[in-house]
């Protein structure tokens, strides 16, 4: 089982860029994808972004395209999520988690989820 605590997160106001990290625990980390999702209050979860075990595949829905990046550092057990151009509806709580692969989002562990907030 792989642990996962996510940091970061923070009030910005639109137009600016927030650095989320993952710190992860386990010896299996790399071999999970990895993905972002968030969730806003009263709104359903939403996928942001996702990653395979290696890193040189990556995945993104049309509302963040451009926008949201995710890496990840095997060596250091960390993934990341820049997120630019922030806009007032990515405030959400964003959370890290193991999927099977970067376009197969089944999900296997969850952070406990950092809060961002962007004001307008």
């Known amino acids: 089982q792989v642990q996962l605590v996510e940091s970061g997160g923070g009030w910005m106001q639109a137009g600016g860029s927030l650095r989320l990290s993952c710190a992860a625990s386990?010896?299996?980390?790399?071999?999970?994808?990895i993905g972002w999702f968030r969730q806003a209050p009263g709104k359903e979860r939403e996928f942001v972004g996702s990653?395979?075990?290696?890193?040189?595949?990556?995945y993104y829905p049309d509302s963040v395209k451009g926008r949201f990046t995710v890496s990840r550092d095997n060596a250091k057990n960390t993934l990341y999520l820049q997120m630019n151009s922030l806009k007032p509806e990515d405030t959400a709580v964003y959370y890290c988690?193991?999927?099977?692969?970067?376009?197969?989002?089944?999900?296997?562990?969850w952070g406990q989820g950092t809060q961002v907030t962007v004001s307008s």
């Open positions: 990653i395979n075990w290696s890193g040189h595949n990556t």
């Open positions: 988690v193991t999927v099977a692969d970067y376009r197969d989002l089944r999900s296997f562990s």
């Open positions: 386990g010896r299996t980390f790399s071999s999970y994808g």
